[in-house]
């Protein structure tokens, strides 16, 4: 079992970059495949990406953020990144990150998440 925490959200201008953080307490954090979410007011919580267990040599990505976001992972640190460049104001939500041990069951499997924390991007 683990415990997630996020932070470094914040309020930012377009175009700027941010670095989220999720530290895990518990053991085996390698063990566990992580997703970053996000949910904006009135909307669907979504899949922003993942990384696979152990190395972290899988990752995902939501479309609309190939190519600005990136996740890695620090297993020796318990904690994984999530990289956020050249914002916009469309990715103004909620980030969470999540986490589910073993082999990847799917996005809706993840057992234990987060208390999230607010990214907001001004135009």
């Known amino acids: 079992q683990v415990q997630l925490v996020e932070s470094g959200g914040q309020l930012v201008q377009a175009g700027d970059s941010l670095r989220l953080s999720c530290v895990a307490s518990g053991s085996a954090f390698s063990s566990y495949d992580v997703g970053w979410f996000r949910q904006a007011p009135g909307k669907e919580r979504e899949l922003v990406g993942r990384?696979?267990?152990?190395?972290?040599?899988?990752?995902y990505y939501k479309e609309s953020v190939k190519g600005r976001f990136t996740i890695s992972r620090d297993n020796a640190k318990n904690t994984v990144y999530l990289q956020m460049n050249k914002l916009k104001p469309d990715d103004t939500s909620v980030y969470y990150c999540a986490a589910q041990l073993g082999v990847y069951r799917g996005a809706h499997n993840y057992d234990y998440w987060g208390q999230g924390t607010q990214v907001t991007v001004s135009s």
């Open positions: 990384i696979s267990r152990r190395s972290g040599d899988y990752t």
